[in-house]
């Protein structure tokens, strides 16, 4: 890892656990080639996910690929051994288009120092990676990602957390900063590679968004109007009921700070790639 820091190379995830689990389907890019991999069309950035065991049960081959609409840019595809799927403690492969058409693919090591801005370069990682290389399709327009790799014990089949990524920014074999839209925050999924089941944290997020902005809704269009148009029909109303007529007046504050304090308890935590 580099120690000289400059602008950061962003990788945003939400760490929380309650998802929405859903079977693979088919992958449009696998199909095309003829892929008999295990496939999953993965919820954000046109991404494709596909693997296959070999007689090893620890070795499986891979491939990652995203839409790369762009002469230079990078795509990422990585796994962590951690309790969740997040950038700090990723394992990423990271393919780059440059402008002048060629292509390169590395390993990299996302650390702390990775989320303060440091240049991400490439390094060695705990997983054996084999036959990597990099392929791009200039008629659709996706880059993919080919490996075979050999996972510790640490890494669980059952419960694998991977994370991936779309940049248009490189400086040599550095990736730098990507987009900050929904579709890149969302980037994260754990798969469970017998079952073929995912937890797509990208679909719990928009569910919270969901929430939050119906609560909001009828928080300040309906229940503070409604505060508002009581207490002038009846202000001429002994103070008894002017009591309820400002409860009725503090109930979308207390509903809507009860969305937020809710919300609270999910935090959609922010961390640098």
């Known amino acids: 890892m580099n120690a000289c820091c400059g602008a950061p190379l962003s990788f945003t995830f939400s760490p929380k656990c309650l998802f929405t689990t859903s079977q693979s389907s088919p992958c449009r890019e696998a199909l095309k ?11 954000t950035l046109g991404a494709e996910f596909g693997w296959n ?9 891979i491939y990652f690929t995203a839409k790369l609409d762009a002469e230079m840019g990078w795509v990422a595809w990585g796994l962590n051994p951690r309790e969740r799927p997040q950038m700090v403690g990723t394992r990423a492969l990271i393919g ?21 801005g440091c240049h991400l370069q490439p390094s060695d990682i705990d997983v054996v990676v084999r036959k990597m290389r990099p392929e791009y399709s200039s008629e659709t327009g996706y880059f993919t990602i080919y490996a075979t790799l050999v996972l510790p014990m640490e890494y669980n089949m059952s419960k694998l957390h991977h994370v991936w990524q779309v940049g248009y920014n490189v400086e040599g074999v550095v990736p730098r900063k990507h987009p900050t839209t929904l579709q890149n925050v969302d980037s994260t999924d754990t798969i469970n590679l017998w079952t073929r089941k995912s937890q797509s944290i990208g679909k719990h997020r928009h569910h919270l968004r969901m929430v939050h902005g119906i609560l909001n809704i009828v928080g300040w269009g309906t229940l503070m109007p409604m505060g508002c148009d009581y207490r002038q029909v009846l202000q001429e109303i002994p103070n008894r009921i002017h009591m309820v007529v400002r409860s009725t007046r503090l109930l979308p504050n207390c509903w809507i700070h009860s969305g937020h304090n809710w919300l609270g308890h999910w935090p959609m935590a922010r961390t640098r790639f």
């Open 33 to 43: 080639r003829n892929d008999t991999a295990t496939c999953r069309v993965l919820p």
């Open 53 to 61: 065991f070999t007689n090893n049960k620890s070795q499986i081959d």
């Open 96 to 116: 780059i288009r440059y402008p002048n058409g060629t292509l390169s693919i590395d390993k990299y090591n996302i650390t702390a120092d990775t989320k303060l």
